[in-house]
């Protein structure tokens, strides 16, 4: 079983940061979150990749 590393973060107007789900490449979190960004909504999608070590 992959791990899930990617993770999609959405960003309020706030500044305000929420996990929206963990994926196991980067290509999958980039696509989730390039399909809420064309949505159209003010908030920013980003993807991170989550540092095991630091678990």
């Known amino acids: 079983m992959s791990e899930l590393v990617w993770v999609v973060i959405r ?4 500044g305000n940061r929420y996990r929206v789900g ?3 490449t ?3 979190a980039e696509r989730v979150a ?3 960004d064309a949505r ?3 908030q920013l ?3 991170e990749r989550i540092d095991r070590r630091a678990s």
């Open 40 to 42: 159209g909504h003010k």
């Open 45 to 47: 999608y980003l993807v």
């Open 22 to 24: 963990r994926y196991a």
């Open 26 to 28: 980067r290509r999958e």
């Open 11 to 14: 960003q309020d107007d706030n």
């Open 34 to 36: 390039d399909t809420l």
